[in-house]
């Protein structure tokens, strides 16, 4: 997944949207595409991020349980 920065790739794109559109037309479509759509990336962006961040803590301690078990085979009984 890569959404880092997509919401503000689309919120660029609204605002070009909007400036060529400069009418009801154009304002009604950016509050019943954009924003959605700008709200929608928001969350995926937030979403992948606490992926990743979940992915490390998994990956560390996996790290810390593959640390134990090697000091645990290195006790001599």
């Known amino acids: 997944m890569h959404y880092d920065g997509s919401t503000q ?20 479509l950016s ?3 954009f ?13 992948e991020y606490e992926i990743n961040n979940t992915k490390q803590m998994i990956e560390n301690r ?3 349980a593959r640390g134990l078990i090697k000091q645990a085979q290195n006790i001599n009984p």
Do not use: I, W
């Open 9 to 28: 790739t689309l919120q660029g794109l609204e605002e070009q949207f909007l400036e060529a559109m400069d009418d009801d037309l154009g304002a009604k």
């Open 31 to 33: 509050v019943e595409v």
């Open 35 to 47: 924003y959605p759509m700008c709200s929608l990336t928001n969350r995926l962006e937030n979403l």
């Open 62 to 64: 996996l790290d810390e």
